[in-house]
C-alpha cells in the first residue's frame, strides 16, 4: 500500500523565492498534518485539516506560510517569501479519525534549504 | 517550559546493554502517550503506546507515572539496529487527539 507521499524531497532555493510542498495522504485519512523538524526545535506541528478542512493553525510561523487542502487526497504548504530560517525538514502525516492509536504516518518530508 | 522533555542524549552503549529513556510532560491533562522512532535522515515511526499499566513488545518495556509526570522506555539486550532517535509523544484532552512530540534521545548502540 502506498503511503504518505511528498514531494519534492530536497529543495534549494534562494532567499525570497515561493516554496510549495505537496503531500498526498494515505487514502481513507481523514487527518492531515504539516509538521516541521529543526534541530533546535525538534517537531513542531505547523497546520492539521479534518475531512480537508483547517482545524489549527496556531502553529503556522507567521504570514509567509500558508497551508491548503483542496481536496482529500491532496495539501500543499506554502512559504512566499522564504528565509533561511524556514530550511527544515517538512513532514506530512495523515490518520484515520475515531482510531485512538496515536499512529501518524509520516511521509518521508521534504529537506528545505533556503539560502 | 517545554510540553515535553528528554534527554537529548546521545546514548552511547555496547550491544546487549540494557538502556533506559526518561520523558516528562508539564500538562497534568495528558491522555495518552506514545514512543516513536526515527532513524537518521527518515521520517518518524510510531513504535509503541504507553498504557497505565505498563507494557512490552518483545525486549521493550514502556511505563507511565501520572504522578510524576514520566513515561519511560527501557530497551533490553540491545542492537545495532536499535540505533535510532526515541521520541516521546503525549496527546491532550480536548485537542481533537493532536500529538505533542518532545524533542528525542539519540541512541548509538555499538559493536
Known amino acids: 500500500d502506498a503511503g504518505v507521499i511528498q514531494s519534492p524531497r530536497h529543495e534549494v532555493t534562494e532567499m525570497g523565492q515561493e516554496v510549495t510542498l505537496r503531500c498526498k495522504p494515505i487514502s481513507g485519512h481523514d487527518y492531515l498534518f504539516w509538521y516541521r523538524q529543526t534541530m533546535m526545535r525538534g517537531l513542531e506541528l505547523l497546520i492539521y485539516f479534518n475531512n480537508n478542512v483547517p482545524i489549527d493553525d496556531s502553529g503556522m510561523p507567521e504570514d509567509r506560510f500558508s497551508a491548503k487542502m483542496p481536496n482529500a487526497s491532496f495539501s500543499t504548504l506554502k512559504i512566499q517569501p522564504s528565509e533561511p530560517r524556514d530550511s527544515a525538514v517538512y513532514f506530512c502525516a495523515s490518520r484515520l479519525a475515531g482510531k485512538n492509536t496515536g499512529e501518524l504516518f509520516f511521509g518521508e518530508g521534504s529537506r528545505l534549504t533556503v539560502l | 517550559r517545554k510540553e515535553v522533555e528528554q534527554d537529548p542524549g546521545p546514548f552511547n552503549v555496547p550491544e546487549g546493554a540494557t538502556v533506559a529513556f526518561n520523558c516528562t510532560y508539564s500538562?497534568?491533562?495528558?491522555?495518552?502517550f506514545f514512543w516513536y522512532r526515527q532513524d537518521c535522515r527518515k521520517e518518524p515511526k510510531l513504535l509503541m503506546s504507553v498504557y497505565s499499566s505498563g507494557n512490552e513488545d518483545g525486549r521493550f518495556t514502556a511505563q507511565l507515572n501520572r504522578a510524576s509526570q514520566y513515561i519511560s522506555l527501557l530497551i533490553r539486550d540491545s542492537k545495532l539496529s536499535d540505533s535510532a532517535t526515541y521520541l516521546c509523544?503525549?496527546?491532550?484532552?480536548?485537542?481533537?487527539?493532536?500529538?505533542?512530540f518532545g524533542s528525542g534521545t539519540q541512541l548509538t548502540v555499538l559493536p
Open positions: 509523544v503525549v496527546t491532550v484532552s480536548g485537542s481533537a487527539r493532536q500529538l505533542t
Open positions: 500538562n497534568s491533562a495528558s491522555q495518552s
